[in-house]
């Protein structure tokens, strides 16, 4: 192998931890914290400048600071983003690209399978500025034409979904979109840009919970949108006067996780794989749903659209709400939390925690069923994991 010339770009794994903010007068390894509300002006006239835009330079950590400027850049890398905002969770990234770009009178389309804080968004808090929404079937984009609106003015979609792993095929979406004007966000939570890159693929802004498998160690909230520098403009104009500011403390623990991002996603999907393959041999459970298994029902689009597929699992036990509360009560190493994206396998059901908020009905149609268990699958022995799984569905076996 010939080696890469000092021109060449680094591969992206090289870039994650040479990235970084210059180093200080003590010249430390690592990227110091900016523990700081605000920043010093030599003098009144550099303090004007810094204000007007004109001179770059720090004010106030509400608006930006070192550690999450090294945040962004890193990420900005790794999605192929322009440019990019931190902020302090993944629902304040989401509702500021919302209410970032919308005015009242506007309309969004949304895949139907969403996390059910981002339903609720739409059809709860942005109906009242007069916001509308209309919902498509994700896996099915053809049938989205139709419901484009004069007043249509972004689509939003999650790949895979939360909970269900349904995809969406960005490329065409993204076709649709830029023939009508209409924005494309996508959350990227669950794939992350190691194995997905939306903006590659049309998408004019990404959101991320960075508290998921950016984090992965369970330690911070917040949240990124990264994509097209215009629209980045806009929503920090949003975001400086509304506050969903990341401290620069959880944005310098975020920064150093991202070195070993590539590592721990090669460890998740490895994990993940073998434990829904081997699910697919086990009785009592109804459906396994990952995209990487041939019986995914979208697994050719994921293969084209994903490096690997993920780090977490869905599947369905047959006999429904009992036993899916059973299973999770029987697991002995996994932790029942409903977040996801740690180095530890976590369990959760869906249908009485991250989806709750949601009717029946409204569960039903995104595919949430009431013995469905999302797996977070970790970073262990894979022994271990299908260890204290299959032990899990002993019992629920026995009580059923």
């Known amino acids: 192998m010939q080696p890469k010339q000092p021109t060449e770009q680094p591969h992206i794994e090289t870039q994650l931890i ?56 890193r990420l900005c890398a790794l999605e ?27 309309h969004v389309l949304a895949a139907r399978s969403l996390f059910g804080a981002t339903h609720l968004l739409l059809t709860t808090i942005l109906p009242r500025w007069g916001i509308s929404y209309t919902y498509a079937d994700g896996e099915h984009i053809a049938s ?25 095929d960005l490329a ?11 924005t494309l966000v996508v959350d ?14 049309g998408a004019d802004l990404v959101v991320h919970s960075t508290t998921k498998f950016l984090d992965g160690q369970g330690r911070t909230i917040g949240g990124v949108a990264l994509g097209d520098a ?55 459970i109804a459906t396994v749903c990952y995209p990487f298994l041939p019986s995914h029902p979208q697994y050719e689009l994921a293969r084209r659209q994903m490096s690997a597929g993920g780090g977490l699992v869905a599947f369905e036990l047959a006999g429904g709400l009992a036993a899916g509360r059973c299973f999770l009560d029987a697991l002995g190493m996994s932790d029942i939390v409903a977040n996801l994206g740690d180095a530890r396998t976590t369990a959760t059901h869906p249908a009485s925690t991250t989806h709750s ?9 995104t595919g949430i069923t009431p013995g469905l268990i999302r ?26």
């Open 230 to 284: 215009l629209l980045i403009k806009e929503l920090t104009h949003f975001a400086r006067q509304t506050g969903p500011s990341l401290s620069p403390f959880n944005a310098w623990l975020l920064s150093q996780a991202l070195e070993t991002l590539p590592l721990r996603m090669a460890r998740h999907c490895q994990n993940a794989l073998a434990l829904a393959a081997w699910l697919e041999t086990q009785p009592g």
């Open 188 to 201: 990227n939570t669950f794939a992350t840009p190691i194995l997905q890159r939306p903006i590659a693929l």
């Open 18 to 73: 040479r990235r970084r903010t210059a180093a200080g007068p003590h010249r430390e390894q690592v990227t110091p914290l900016y523990m700081a509300s605000g920043f010093t002006f030599p003098d009144a006239a550099t303090a004007r400048a810094v204000y007007a835009g004109e001179q770059p330079g720090y004010v106030y950590s509400r608006w930006e600071h070192p550690n999450g400027d090294e945040l962004i850049d």
């Open 144 to 168: 989205w034409a139709e419901h484009f609106r004069p007043e249509t003015r972004l689509c939003l979609v999650e790949t895979p979904s939360n909970p269900g792993l349904g995809l969406v």
């Open 80 to 106: 192929g983003a322009d440019a990019g905002i931190a902020m302090a969770s993944g629902m304040a990234a989401l509702f500021t690209a919302l209410a970032g770009l919308l005015n009242s009178g506007d």
């Open 172 to 182: 065409a979406l993204a076709e649709l979109c830029r023939a009508r004007g209409v």
């Open 357 to 365: 908020g949601l009717s029946e009905d409204e569960r039903r149609a």
């Open 375 to 400: 797996v977070s699958v970790g970073l262990e022995h894979i022994d271990d994991i299908i260890a204290d799984v299959a032990q899990a569905l002993e019992v629920t076996a026995d009580r059923g």
